[in-house]
Every structure is written in structure tokens, then in C-alpha cells.
Nanobody, 123 residues
């Protein structure tokens, strides 16, 4: 599976932005998908994860209630809708695919990674 993240950019605090992650290859619908982010000078951290069918989702405490993860298996695409953005959301956002069943928080549960897309939130 190859993953391509897009949709990053520069926004003002309080605004919204939607990221996309398109997967190439077969059987996208059998992968748990996730978003991670890495802020300057910090380690990469979990943001959100979604199960195969999209019925289950998990979020980090810092984004819960502001971000929504979703997927469209017919388009091999996952999304991250981000609202009420804060300066601390500034990071490179990575999408990832996992062969484990159910939502996954740990990085080492993910087998494939996209190249990342930069989100900058100015205050």
C-alpha cells in the first residue's frame, strides 16, 4: 500500500482544514487507518484512528471534539476534518495504514506511512 497525504496549508487560528490520504493498491478496506503528527522539535504523536468500516474511531485527548476522522472505501481515501485549529496543531501530519484489527494508537502497529503534509496555524 502506498499512501499520499494532501490538504495541508497555512490557516488562521479558529479556522478549519481537511486533510486527505489516498491509498494505492488493493484491499484498502481491510486496513485500519490513522493520522499522526510531528510538531517542530517534538516526537511524532497519535492523532486519530479509524477501523475498517469507519464505524469505530479513536482520538487523542488534544484533538477530540475538534477533529473528525472518516474514510471512503470506494475512493480508497481517508480524511481528517480539523476545526477550531490552534497554533499548537501546527505540525507535519502523516497518514498510516495498519493490518491490525480495530483502531490503533501505537506507531509500531502501523505498517505503511505516507510522506506527510504540513499544517501551519497562525495565531
Amino acid at each position: 500500500v502506498q499512501l499520499q497525504a494532501s490538504g495541508g496549508g497555512l490557516v488562521q487560528a479558529g479556522e478549519s482544514l481537511t486533510l486527505s490520504c489516498v491509498a494505492s493498491g488493493r484491499a484498502f478496506h481491510t486496513y485500519t487507518m490513522g493520522w499522526f503528527r510531528q510538531a517542530p522539535g517534538k516526537e511524532r504523536e497519535f492523532v486519530a484512528s479509524i477501523g475498517w468500516t469507519g464505524d469505530s474511531a479513536d482520538y487523542s485527548h488534544s484533538v477530540k471534539g475538534r477533529f473528525t476522522i472518516s474514510r471512503d472505501n470506494s475512493k480508497n481515501t481517508m480524511y481528517l476534518q480539523m476545526s477550531s485549529l490552534k497554533s499548537e496543531d501546527t505540525a507535519v501530519y502523516y497518514c498510516a495504514a495498519s493490518r491490525w484489527v480495530g483502531t490503533q494508537v501505537a506507531e509500531n502497529r502501523y505498517d505503511y506511512w505516507g510522506q506527510g503534509t504540513l499544517v501551519t496555524v497562525s495565531s
